[in-house]
């Protein structure tokens, strides 16, 4: 078996950056371009209420699941310290993505859309049910009230599996809702081809695939962290 490749630039630190690029990306795209967020709607506009779907749910299960993802190797401490922030990450990332789910649900409901028959959406039920077992299990097992220590080992690869796999598949349900909004804005006329908002949407897209690459690589890599990353968080 090939060995992971080992990173010779700072991949934590390009992973931050980028994760908060896309978080501040889709909040402008939200603010500047589609008229801002709001949580009630009014009879003149129900797309504030629509946009903080986009946003709570890239930065729910894209930014923070990223760090989560990464915690036991960028967070300095104990390894029970390390567990609690990636537990503690992934809950708020949970959290978010619930909220953004009830609003684009209210929103379908408000303007009599139908719920739940585009791949987006698919991919995106289908994201959350799989994040919030992972979360489940994984506090179950991992921290309380705990498997045994031969349970802990053998779950351990197949929760750092599904952890990598659940993160892809919110990039791809991501890059699809942009897509889906950029095609509907297009045929209503809302926007051009080539227009600002339409590239710009292009760019984020772009900027979330190398972001997964890069989330990927820093957790397949060697490292100091690597022994404390998959041997020590079954402990």
Known sequence: MAAAPAVRFPVFGLVRLLGLAAAAGILFWAVHFR???????????????????????????????GEALLAYKTVPGTKKLKKLVHLAVQFLAMFLSLIGLWAVWKFHDERKIDHLYTLHSWLGLTCFIFFSLQWAAGFWTFWYPGGSRSVRAFLLPWHVFF?????????ATS???????????????????FSTEAMFM???GMLLVLLSG??????????????DTYRGSSE
Do not use: C, W
């Open 163 to 171: 952890g990598i796999f659940i993160y892809v598949l919110a990039i």
């Open 175 to 193: 890059v699809t809702g942009l897509l889906e909004k950029s095609i509907f804005m297009q045929s209503a006329k809302m926007i051009e081809r």
């Open 35 to 65: 008229g801002g967020m709001a949580l009630s709607t009014d009879e003149e506009s129900k797309l504030p209420i629509f946009n903080v779907h986009p946003v709570l749910m890239l930065i729910g299960l894209v930014a923070l699941n």
């Open 214 to 227: 890069l989330v990927i690589l820093a957790i397949v890599s060697p490292g100091p962290s690597k022994i």
């Open 202 to 204: 292009n760019s984020l």
